[in-house]
Structures are given as structure tokens and as C-alpha cells.
């Protein structure tokens, strides 16, 4: 055992004097006032303390493209779309790398799925779980992951903000061991979804309600936090937290971006490859033809 320290000593030295005495009872009586609590201690009836959080888009900015394809995969395999509906998912998803959302995109991938799910019970949808994740785990980015645990081992709480479902926000977050997902809400009766939704769609201010609800039951300051997405229709988002960081931005964002001041990632490689291939497309196809009329120009100059 440890020795006391010398001052505690002295003070044991002189239990029994009668100012020691006095000194006990003093104590003794403030022990028994209701205001006797220290200044330093938090009361068990306050609200605990707000925080900073960091708040990331799903497609594209965790994971490369969309995980909605590998939904529609799923569901395809399962028997609840048609293989024309698939192919038209995958281009979608297709354009949906190379130039990001479009409110009319959104709004009809929201209608399709509604459309889809409507009867479809809750546990078989659940069942799709594994093979969505066996399409969308090895799609994330590495870089993206560490910054969210960075977070966390700050000791800020780290949530996934999607368009996507509840349940896929809820999977996702589950598996990559974050806070908590929050996705958009569809109605479920006796075990099924209705095919209506149950909340905002998690689109434009639809995610930062979302988010303000969270921030309110898990006393998180949003003015403090930070908020990850690729999309220009992320924008309430990002103008929602203080540090706003952009992840593949589309055209519009990245524009915003560098007007704000904000931080941009770069991570798709997709996108710049085929736009490479696309320059090297039109330079190829501009030296055929300049080519052929010049073939043309020294024919007609052979015949004069």
C-alpha cells in the first residue's frame, strides 16, 4: 500500500483537536442541506451534454457508385423485378457514377421501390441481406472507413445518411459498426410493407429532418458536426453542420465546394477513367477523320 501523502498526515495528527472536531460536524451538517451537491457534478435530471457527430452519405462517397444495384440484383434474383428492370437499374447506376443524382432520378427510384415492396414481407427482404453486402462491402472505400473511425476515436458518434432504406442504413451501419443509420421509412402492416412511405424521404431537407430528429434524441450539436456527401442535392446536408467535406463531387458541388472553402476528396476512378477514354474516343475519332479528308485532298490533287 501506497504511503499517504505528508498532509494527509498532518491531518490525521490532529483528529480529536476540537477544531477537527468542529470541521467534522460542519461537514456532517452540509452532507444534509439539498444544496450540498458539488458544483462539478452533473445532475443525474439535466440533459447530457450535446456533441459533435459526423453524418455520411452512402453511394459514392462511402462506396463507390450505388448500392441500390446490388438491391436490384437481389431483388431480381428473388423474383420481385424483371431482368429488363435490372438492366435499366444498372444503367442507371452507370449514369449515376459519372454525373451523380437528379431530383427526377430520385423521386423515381423512390416510386419504383414502393412499387416493388408493396406486399413484400419484412423478413424476406431481410433475407436479401447477405447478397446485397456481398456487392456493396467490397465497393467502400478504405480512406472513407478510417475517417469515420477517426471520428469515433474522437468521440464522435459516426451515422450513414442515405435515401435508401431504413433497413439498408440500419444493415450497413450494423455491419461497419457505426452509431446508427438513418435511411427512409416505408410503412410496414402485419409483418409487410404497405409500399407508402412512413417519414421524409431522405432526399434534400428530407435528410437533414432526419437528422435534426437524431440530433435531438442523441444530444448531438449539429453545429459542430461534420457531414461527408458527393451530391449537389446534398447541399442542406452540408450547410446543416459546420465542417462540410466533399466526396466525388458532381459538377455543381465541386463548384460550391471550392467557393465555401471546403474540403474535397477524390476517390472515383471510374469516372476518370471513362472520361479519359471518352477524350481519347473523340481525339481518335477526330485523327481518322481529319485522315480520311486528307486522303480525299490528296487524291483530288492527284487527279488535277
Given at each position: 500500500?501506497?504511503?499517504?501523502?505528508?498532509?494527509?498526515?498532518?491531518?490525521r495528527?490532529?483528529?480529536?483537536?476540537?477544531a477537527?472536531?468542529?470541521?467534522?460536524?460542519?461537514?456532517?451538517?452540509?452532507?444534509?442541506?439539498?444544496?450540498?451537491?458539488?458544483?462539478?457534478?452533473?445532475?443525474?435530471?439535466?440533459?447530457?451534454?450535446?456533441?459533435?457527430a459526423?453524418?455520411?452519405?452512402?453511394?459514392?462517397?462511402?462506396?463507390?457508385?450505388?448500392s441500390?444495384?446490388?438491391?436490384?440484383?437481389?431483388?431480381?434474383?428473388?423474383?420481385?423485378?424483371?431482368r429488363?428492370?435490372?438492366?435499366g437499374?444498372?444503367?442507371?447506376?452507370?449514369?449515376?457514377?459519372?454525373?451523380?443524382?437528379?431530383?427526377?432520378?430520385?423521386?423515381?427510384?423512390?416510386?419504383?421501390?414502393?412499387?416493388m415492396?408493396?406486399?413484400?414481407?419484412?423478413?424476406?427482404?431481410?433475407?436479401?441481406?447477405?447478397?446485397?453486402?456481398?456487392?456493396?462491402?467490397?465497393?467502400?472505400?478504405?480512406?472513407?472507413?478510417?475517417?469515420?473511425?477517426?471520428?469515433?476515436d474522437?468521440?464522435?458518434?459516426?451515422?450513414?445518411?442515405?435515401?435508401?432504406?431504413?433497413?439498408?442504413?440500419?444493415?450497413m451501419?450494423?455491419?461497419?459498426?457505426?452509431?446508427?443509420?438513418?435511411?427512409s421509412r416505408?410503412?410496414?402492416?402485419?409483418?409487410?410493407?404497405?409500399?407508402r412511405?412512413d417519414?421524409?424521404?431522405?432526399?434534400?431537407?428530407?435528410?437533414?429532418?432526419?437528422?435534426?430528429?437524431?440530433?435531438?434524441r442523441?444530444?448531438?450539436?449539429?453545429?459542430?458536426?461534420?457531414?461527408?456527401?458527393?451530391?449537389?442535392?446534398?447541399?442542406?446536408m452540408?450547410?446543416?453542420?459546420?465542417h462540410?467535406?466533399?466526396v466525388?463531387?458532381?459538377?455543381?458541388?465541386?463548384?460550391?465546394?471550392?467557393?465555401e472553402?471546403?474540403?474535397?476528396?477524390e476517390?472515383?476512378?471510374?469516372?476518370?477513367?471513362?472520361?479519359?477514354?471518352?477524350?481519347?474516343?473523340?481525339g481518335?475519332?477526330?485523327?481518322?477523320?481529319?485522315?480520311?479528308?486528307?486522303?480525299?485532298?490528296?487524291?483530288?490533287?492527284?487527279?488535277?
Open positions: 500500500m501506497s504511503a499517504l501523502p505528508s498532509e494527509n498526515l498532518a491531518d495528527s490532529e483528529i480529536g483537536q476540537p477537527t472536531r468542529a470541521g467534522a460536524h460542519d461537514q456532517d451538517a452540509a452532507l444534509t442541506r439539498p444544496d450540498a451537491r458539488q458544483k462539478d457534478q452533473p445532475d443525474p435530471l439535466d440533459p447530457p451534454p450535446s456533441r459533435a459526423a453524418f455520411f452519405d452512402l453511394d459514392r462517397t462511402l462506396m463507390a457508385g450505388s441500390g444495384v446490388f438491391f436490384a440484383r437481389a431483388a431480381y434474383e428473388a423474383g420481385m423485378i424483371s429488363r428492370r435490372l438492366l437499374d444498372l444503367w442507371q447506376n452507370l449514369r449515376f457514377r459519372l454525373r451523380g443524382s437528379t431530383d427526377n432520378w430520385a423521386d423515381a427510384v423512390r416510386v419504383r421501390v414502393g412499387e415492396l408493396a406486399g413484400v414481407a419484412v423478413r424476406d427482404l431481410q433475407r436479401m441481406s447477405p447478397r446485397v453486402l456481398a456487392g456493396v462491402l467490397p465497393r467502400l472505400y478504405p480512406q472513407m472507413l478510417e475517417r469515420a473511425y477517426a471520428h469515433q474522437a468521440g464522435r458518434p459516426v451515422y450513414i445518411v442515405t435515401a435508401a432504406s431504413q433497413e439498408m442504413a440500419d444493415l451501419a450494423h455491419v461497419l459498426v457505426f452509431d446508427g443509420g438513418i435511411g416505408l410503412e410496414i402492416r402485419d409483418g409487410r410493407y404497405t409500399g412511405a417519414g421524409p424521404f431522405n432526399y434534400r431537407e428530407g435528410k437533414v429532418l432526419s437528422m435534426r430528429d437524431v440530433a435531438e442523441d444530444s448531438i450539436d449539429l453545429a459542430a458536426s461534420y457531414a461527408y456527401s458527393d451530391s449537389e442535392s446534398d447541399l442542406p452540408l450547410r446543416a453542420v459546420r462540410a467535406v466533399v466525388n463531387p458532381d459538377a455543381t458541388l465541386r463548384r460550391i465546394a471550392l467557393e472553402g471546403w474540403e474535397v476528396i476517390l472515383d476512378r471510374l469516372g476518370r477513367r471513362l472520361k479519359v477514354l471518352a477524350a481519347l474516343g473523340a481518335t475519332a477526330l485523327a481518322s477523320l481529319g485522315r480520311v479528308r486528307w486522303g480525299r485532298r490528296a487524291r483530288d490533287d492527284a487527279r488535277a
